[in-house]
């Protein structure tokens, strides 16, 4: 409860507009065991794979950066139809069959009552908490959207400049401080292919022990992958900014935000206080999750995550 207390504070302060539409607890009496339903598959498959945090997190990001959190990503094409799945930025988001499920039993509970865009919300929600990371309340009340469209998808890259990251963050209602807390915090989940980390690997100002490391490990056939955070790989922490603090980060973006000045700040605040980096980032992950959405009669509550309810 005391945890609750304080996101719930956090929330009043700096969300007052999005609280009046979102609110803690809106299932409460429409379904009252929604976010238990929610909590319980996702604990279910993080039992069986921890890599589902990084999944789950990728998932809310690429959903929430793009006409806001509506789950479109979740709409699956069809032919002559298109769908944010096909954009190529999101070739690499897994895990639509944990919202699948949930959707299934809240459907069976709840009939068209629970969205898709709040399910992604609160699995993400749970996975963080699940992973050693915070564990904070969210709101909910949004509602699904009705368009899915590979050509609304202009995600930030692995090697995006600080500046570019900065402006990216802003278009979605997020600062300086949100944007640092948010990618840090999603990347310290999770791997990478070594094809897009290339230009680290060639970097010479990568410490010697890694840089030789990546170098061994990407000799392998097919693309393999490395962690992002060499530390703590699947722990929702700090530890990736200690790791960008003695120049070990994997990731561009990542190594980048420990050097420019607008930011180097940040890290290293996080990298010698774990406290405050779980405090930060589930202030971020609300504000993230109530940046842009649909509310009231917008949209609509799909009755299958993956498909539009008139078919289209």
Known sequence: MKAIAVTFFLFCFVFPAALAQLRFGFYGRSCPRAESIVANVVANRFRRDRSITAALLRMHFHDCFVRGCDASLLIDPRPGRPSEKNAGPNGSVRGYEVIDEAKRQLEAQCPRTVSCADIVTLATRDVVALAGGPRYAVPTGRRDGLRSNPADVNLPGPTIPVTAAIQAFAAQGLNVNDMVTLVIGGHSVGVIHCSLIQDRIADPSMERTLNAQLRNQCRAPNDPTVFL???????????????????????????????????????????????????????AMVKLGTSRFLSGRAGEIRRNCRVFNNGR
């Open 229 to 283: 955070d060499q530390r703590t790989p699947f722990i929702v922490d700090n530890g990736l900014c200690l790791e960008v603090l003695r120049q070990r980060g994997v990731m561009r973006i990542d190594q980048s935000l420990g050097l420019d000045g607008r930011t180097r700040g940040i890290i290293s605040s996080f990298a010698s206080n774990n406290a405050l980096f779980r405090q930060r980032f589930a202030q």
